[in-house]
């Protein structure tokens, strides 16, 4: 068996949803073991948070936690990092000075300069930064990818993606009683992109992770439904591809009646590809002319759905599952980094520091085109 990585974390301490995800994910495929965090930006609940999960070692600072992990013969290998957006970037490079390797949750930050700045550091530093974008830990969504790969579905013309929740259809950060809502509409912790950054990136990254296609253009509005809310809750653009093929996404937290309506249609020149994250056990394929085919987790034999399998046919697994083959994946990296080997195969499916920065180039480009009335932006890629 693969030794257990140590593990640390920032944020994600009492009330955080994020987090508990984050410390299940980890050890659903025992590769790692939480042993360290500064658990809170407030000292108490930090103290109280680390003692409630039994760590090791409780940090009421990030910044000292960096220092001292750093220097321990058994210090920590890996940080995940699942503090509000304006934090990722500083608490990523503190942790990478230090040489510990990153789980950071998206977006990467609150700013293209800062993203790029923080792919710079992970290549000089040699260190593995992957970016948790839970939905592409699904098996049929990986499944999805290599049929698109293989040309089962053609060259791709139309990609499709839709977003859609309700959580934030009224005021609920007003009056601090909602943390996570508070904090989510607060520009100077969330960065300039509200439902763009929190959703709308999730929309990207899947149907360019499906598709393996990043828009060269897109023209966008963000708007903001809720009087007095400070952030974007609604986001759609328009899509053109460099082969040609055209796209749409839309993402909103005020959709009355959404939960997590994740959707995403692929349309090539043979066939269609459907998957709805509420479903995630179900992909369906459906060939030009044909009927449309049910493809279910379990039965399908790609080697990249296999890979994020756990259980036989006909037992559901969900979204921790997703979230734990990102972790997965990353152990799989870092312990290959660690012994100067390539990264297996199966695990380069992990999002990492540079879908993060293509994430923010796409947020970057919304809103200039938002600001501009809707105009066409070009997408600026070195």
């Not at 995800?21 to 407030?42: K, P, W």
């Not at 990207?204 to 499906?210: I, P």
């Not at 179900?282 to 790609?302: D, I, K, Y």
């Not at 990353?330 to 695990?347: F, L, T, V, W």
């Amino acid at each position: 068996m693969t030794r257990r990585l140590r593990l640390g974390m920032v944020g994600g301490g009492e009330g955080a949803f994020i987090g508990a995800v984050h410390r299940i994910a980890a050890r659903l495929d025992d590769g790692f073991e939480l042993v360290a965090g500064a658990l809170s930006s407030d000292a108490a609940r930090a103290q109280a948070s680390a003692a409630a999960l039994g760590l090791a070692r409780g940090y009421a600072d990030w910044r000292e936690m960096a220092q001292v992990e750093g220097a321990r013969e058994d210090g920590i290998e890996a940080v995940a990092i699942v503090t509000p957006n304006h934090l990722h970037a500083p608490v990523a490079h503190a942790f990478m000075d230090a040489g510990i390797h990153v789980i950071c949750d998206k977006p990467l930050a609150v700013s293209l300069a800062e993203g790029e700045a923080l792919a710079r550091h992970a290549r000089e530093a040699d260190l593995v930064f992957a970016l948790t974008h839970t939905y592409s830990g699904y098996p049929l969504v990986r499944h999805a990818r290599e049929l698109v790969e293989a040309g089962e579905i053609g060259d791709v013309r139309i990609v499709q993606v839709e977003y859609a929740q309700d959580w934030l259809a009224h005021a609920v950060e007003r009056g601090g009683a909602n943390r996570q809502a508070a904090w989510r509409t607060d520009p100077a912790l969330a960065g300039p992109a509200g439902c763009l950054g929190d959703i709308g990136t999730h929309a990207y990254q899947l149907a360019a992770f499906v598709s393996a296609l990043v828009p060269q253009s897109l023209a966008a509005e963000v708007h903001t439904f809720v009087p007095g809310r400070r952030v974007d809750d609604h986001v759609q653009a328009m899509l053109r591809y460099a082969n040609g093929a055209r796209g749409m996404l839309w993402a909103s937290q005020v959709a009355s009646g959404a939960e997590n309506a994740l959707r995403l249609r692929v349309y090539g020149t043979k066939a269609a590809l459907a998957f709805d994250q509420e479903e995630p056990n179900v992909l369906w394929f459906t060939p030009q002319g044909g009927e449309a085919q049910r493809l279910t987790r379990g039965r399908v034999a790609g080697r990249a759905a296999q890979h994020a399998t756990r259980v036989p046919p006909g037992h559901p697994e969900g979204y921790l599952e997703a979230f734990a083959q990102l972790y997965r994946d990353a152990a799989a990296q870092i312990h290959a980094r660690e012994a100067g080997e390539p990264a297996p195969p199966a695990s380069r499916l992990l999002t990492s520091v540079d879908d993060g920065v293509e994430g923010l180039r796409f947020i970057e480009a919304v809103l200039a085109s938002s600001a501009a009335g809707g105009a066409w932006r070009s997408i600026v890629r070195p």
